[in-house]
């Protein structure tokens, strides 16, 4: 998608002009209050642009200018086909299940053979469900639902805003794996707007950051996340974070855990029974979970131990600690660590040191 827009909204003036390859899923990361819902409305056509020029790109080479102020196009809302999932639900209470899909399924124009209401209602394992009426459902089911609704419309671009954010944290691991399946079981490109950091490593391989209205960064999820600071993602110094991407070498079953292969070092991670060898994963590993050894620990329970040259030391005068930013054999690397053992250390650029993160950091959901 090409999109060069601009919109005054109360103080905020959105301001966006990127090329965005809309292929599998790309998240609209950025703090509250920098546009994204905006952004979305814009491109949906609920809202318009005060000027600018919007234009729809398959990756199959499908192309369609939804608005253009310089030659007066504003494509209605209806044939843009662009399928917009709200926060909250949004189903229609007095109706089922049932209904609700109905209703989606028959007000469709198009027909794709990828797309059956069949098909829908299996990935969203919502068989069960469909006789209910949408009051009798958790939040959870309800997402679900208001999924595979949105689903039905068969959207050529598919809009999720926060799906999650109202949701739990038990609900949250019931809707993801539904959420992970989209892009491979249906082909339709996906813009996820979220500023959560774990659901952005699962889903997407690349982002648009925000702030403020404007395009901070764009690119590869892992290169973005690794990156940028937390100010310019618009999130606390505690959630900072480095995002690998890894390949799981071995499963220990006996132990479940599960040995991942990043950038040729080996990371062990707790594992979940689906886990198979091969399989491509995504380390989401926190800054504060990053410990400095000058050596290799050899009589420590801490299972993480890869050989890494400092890159970068900033000191934050003040706090009590210090941000490493290190090589791993090319993937980058974060550690928060005090000041004190900064000085105590006395680690320097270039040095070669070894970067410590327990499993039990990791959550096991990760896998
Ligand atoms: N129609 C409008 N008129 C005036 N101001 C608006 C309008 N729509 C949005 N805004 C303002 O624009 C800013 C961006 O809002 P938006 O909902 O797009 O942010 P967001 O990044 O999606 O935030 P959140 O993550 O909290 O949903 C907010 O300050 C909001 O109050």
């Known amino acids: 998608m090409s999109l060069n827009i601009k919109k005054q909204l109360g103080d905020l003036k959105l301001d966006v002009n990127q090329e965005l390859p809309i292929e599998n899923v790309v998240a609209l990361f ?63 209470p007095h109706l089922s299940v049932l209904g609700n899909l109905e209703y989606a399924h028959k007000r469709n124009q198009v027909s794709t053979e990828a797309l059956t209401f069949d098909d829908v209602v299996d990935a969203l394992q919502l068989s069960s469900l469909l006789n209910r009426k949408t009051v009798q459902l958790s939040g959870g089911e309800k997402q679900r639902v208001a999924l595979a609704r949105t689903l039905l419309t068969r959207p050529r671009l598919l809009l999720l805003d926060e799906p999650l954010s109202g949701l739990d944290y038990d609900r949250k691991r019931e809707v993801l794996p539904f959420l992970e399946q989209l892009p491979t079981l249906f082909k339709i490109p996906i813009v996820y707007v979220t500023h959560d950091l774990d659901e952005v490593s699962r889903l997407t391989k690349q982002i648009l950051v925000l702030s403020e209205g404007k395009r901070v960064a764009f690119g590869a999820t892992a290169s973005i996340i690794s990156s ?140």
């Open 30 to 92: 950025g703090p509250s209050g920098c546009g994204k819902s905006s952004l979305l409305r814009l491109i949906t056509g609920l809202d318009t642009p005060d000027s600018g020029r919007l234009e729809y790109k398959s990756a199959s080479g499908e192309s369609l200018i939804f608005f253009d102020s310089s030659s007066g196009v504003n494509i209605p809302v209806h044939q843009r086909r662009i399928g917009y999932m709200f926060q909250e639900d949004r189903l229609f």
């Open 228 to 367: 940028l600071t937390s100010e310019q993602l618009g999130i606390e110094k505690q959630e900072e974070s480095s995002l690998l991407d890894g390949v799981i070498s071995k499963i220990d079953e006996v132990f479940m855990l599960a040995h991942i292969l990043v950038q040729n070092r080996e990371f062990i991670l707790p594992t979940a029974s689906t886990a198979k060898p091969g399989q491509s994963i995504s380390l989401l590993i926190k800054a504060r979970d990053v410990g400095i050894s000058l050596s290799k620990p050899t009589d420590s329970s801490i299972r993480n131990s890869v050989e890494c040259v400092v890159t970068e030391i900033l000191e934050e005068e003040s706090t009590p600690f210090a941000q490493l930013n290190l090589d791993m054999n090319g993937a980058s690397l974060k550690s928060r660590i005090t000041r004190a053992s900064l000085k105590e250390l006395k680690l320097a650029l270039g040095q070669k040191v070894f970067a410590l993160i327990k499993s039990a950091s990791f959550e096991p959901r990760f896998l």
